[in-house]
């Protein structure tokens, strides 16, 4: 039986304002990963992802609701757990008065590396997120996409048994994302276990082993991104320009979904030969492809992810 590194139950947090009704942010999300396992938390901005990060990382108490880190009770004692956890916060940002090198040195000193190990690391690190030509640059100077590389970098560098990212990957560029996945993929190889929240729905599909999808301080739905894009309703995807137009015939084929000037139908493999019929009649350009986590989220949702919470 693998080992599970974090077991959440009903975890529930409240926010009470003087003058204001109460607001729910996490309305019993449970969560179990295990030991290895990357494991991505789907959800548009508000839906609860970050609360729920902030409490399995010991740094907010939840209302209720238990939350354990490789069998430890990390809201009763979460001094035993901070040393098993490393942490990425949402757009966190580099001390500006340190170098990159510096910053990831510093931090694996802090947590009690030895001064050989905190420089190989840092070094490796630093390498992994294509940081070696402005390591020694002042933080204050890099730009956003740069500094966020430097959070990552200084958490991986830590090889911490149990890792939490909060849209880790916010504000870089394709190929600097890609960097990042990898590093994750060989720290798991290693043994270590990423939850990680995300908008990006290509990185949750390339990255993520298994999905939870949380709105509204709850989850609605988990698996893997396989098992939940066969919840859309079909497994093909019909893109029509100018298919608006024929909305009203294509509703019993399947899910619709605006995209700008095109329309996207969500449906099954016999079905397609009749869409692409009315198109070619209306005169209208067509392609087919196959279902994508996007269409996924919105038949789970009922919204985009990109729409606020």
């Known amino acids: ?54 409490i399995v990382s010991t740094l907010l108490i939840p209302s209720s609701g238990s939350v354990r880190v490789f069998g430890r009770d990390a809201i009763a004692d979460p001094d035993a757990v901070r040393s098993m956890l490393a942490v990425v916060p949402q757009e966190g940002k580099p001390f500006f008065h340190l170098t990159p090198r510096e910053q990831v040195y510093s931090y694996l000193r802090a947590r009690g590396f030895t001064r050989e190990t905190a420089r190989f690391r840092s070094e490796e690190a630093l390498g992994q997120m294509g940081l070696m030509e402005i390591a020694d640059r002042l933080s204050i100077t890099l730009s956003g996409g740069q500094r966020q590389r430097t959070m990552v970098a200084t958490v991986i560098a830590t090889e911490a048994p149990l890792m939490f990212l909060d849209e880790p990957t916010i504000g870089m560029d394709p190929f600097a994302r890609r960097e990042v996945w990898a590093s994750l993929r060989r720290l798991t190889a290693k043994g270590c276990t990423i939850l990680l929240t995300t908008h990006y729905l290509d990185e949750a599909e390339n990255l993520a082993q298994r999905l939870s999808v949380i709105e509204r301080g709850k989850v609605l739905v988990e698996g893997t991104g396989e098992s939940l894009k066969r919840r859309a309703g079909g497994t093909i995807r019909v893109s029509i320009t100018g298919g608006e137009k024929l909305g009203p015939e294509l509703e019993s084929f399947g899910l619709l979904i605006p995209d700008g000037s095109a329309l996207h139908v969500v449906t099954s493999p016999e079905r397609v030969q009749e869409i692409l019929g009315l198109a070619v009649r209306a005169g209208l350009p067509a392609s087919v492809g196959p279902v994508t986590l996007e269409e996924a989220f919105l038949r789970v949702v009922g919204r985009s992810i990109d729409e606020e919470g």
Request: zero cysteines.
């Open 1 to 54: 039986m693998a080992e599970e590194a974090l077991v959440a139950e009903d975890v529930r947090k409240r926010y009470v304002s003087r003058g204001a009704p109460p607001t729910d942010a996490l309305r019993g999300v449970s969560l179990r990963i295990d030991k290895g396992e990357r494991v991505g938390l789907l959800g548009r901005n508000g839906a609860g992802k970050t609360t729920f990060l902030r």
